[in-house]
C-alpha cells in the first residue's frame, strides 16, 4: 500500500493509520531528512526481526537505531549526560545518528545491546508518527549497496514497487534525500564521527 502524506502538515487520519499498522507489528517505510527509512514498532521482536532480515542485519552483531520524537524521549532508552545532551540539542532535529550507550529500559530483545543509535530527524511526518505511536520506532534506511539506483532510493512510487511485497505500507512524503545521516559515537570520553553523511556538527 502507498500512502500520500504532506510533511508540511500531515493530516492526523493518516498518521493515526500509519500508527495502527506499526502497533499491529507492521513494517513501514516512511520518509526522514535523509534517505527513507524502513522500521517498525521497538516493542515488537517479532517485526523488528524481519525488518533485519530484510536488510540483511544482524540483531546481535549491528547497532540498531531508535527514531525519538524528542530528546526527552531518547533519554528513556539511552544515557545521556550532560555534555553529551547539549551536543544532541545543538543538533537535532537534524540528519544525525547518535550513538549512544543504551540503559536498563531497552525493550528485551535489545538489553544484550551496549549501544544504540538515536534519531531525531527533521521530518514531521515521522515525528508525527512516533509520538502517535508511543514510542519510537526501529529504523534502518532502504539503502543495501552503493549500486542501489538513486530514483529506487528518493522515488516514493518506485520504492513501494521495490518494497510492496516485503512491508505493509509505503508512505509518500515527497522525494528523499539520497545521502545518509552522519553518524556519531558517543560512548567514549569524546563525539567521534565515524560515518560523514549529509549532516554537519554544530
Known amino acids: 500500500m502507498l500512502l500520500k502524506v504532506y510533511p508540511e502538515n500531515p493530516n492526523p487520519r493518516d498518521i493515526q493509520r500509519v500508527a495502527e499498522i506499526v ?3 507492521g513494517i513501514v517505510v516512511f520518509p526522514t531528512d535523509t534517505i527513507y527509512g524502513l522500521g517498525c514498532d521497538i516493542f515488537n521482536a517479532k517485526a523488528v526481526e524481519k525488518v533485519c532480515k530484510i536488510k540483511g542485519l544482524s540483531p546481535e552483531k549491528n547497532v540498531l537505531s531508535f527514531i525519538c520524537h524528542d530528546l526527552s524521549q531518547a533519554s528513556e532508552f539511552a544515557k545521556i549526560d550532560n555534555q553529551t545532551f547539549r551536543l544532541l540539542k545543538q543538533n537535532l532535529p537534524g540528519p ?3 550513538i549512544l550507550n543504551g540503559n536498563s529500559k531497552l525493550p528485551r530483545m535489545f538489553k544484550n545491546k551496549k549501544n544504540i543509535g538515536i534519531r531525531i530527524p527533521d521530518n ?5 508518527l512516533v509520538t502517535e505511536l508511543g514510542n519510537p520506532i526501529m529504523t534502518t534506511s532502504i539503502r543495501t549497496t552503493e549500486e542501489d539506483v538513486v530514483e529506487y532510493l528518493s522515488d516514493p512510487e518506485l520504492i ?3 518494497y510492496r511485497n516485503l512491508v505493509d505500507l509505503v508512505i509518500d512524503g515527497g522525494y528523499g534525500n539520497i545521502e545518509p545521516s552522519t ?3 558517543c560512548t567514549d570520553d569524546e563525539p567521534i564521527i565515524t560515518r560523514q553523511g549529509i549532516g554537519f556538527l554544530a
Request: proline share 0%; charged share 35%.
Open 96 to 98: 544525525f545518528t547518535f
Open 160 to 162: 513501494h514497487e521495490k
Open 124 to 128: 514531521n511526518i515521522i515525528r508525527e
Open 183 to 185: 553518524v556519531v559515537d
Open 23 to 25: 502497533r499491529n507489528g
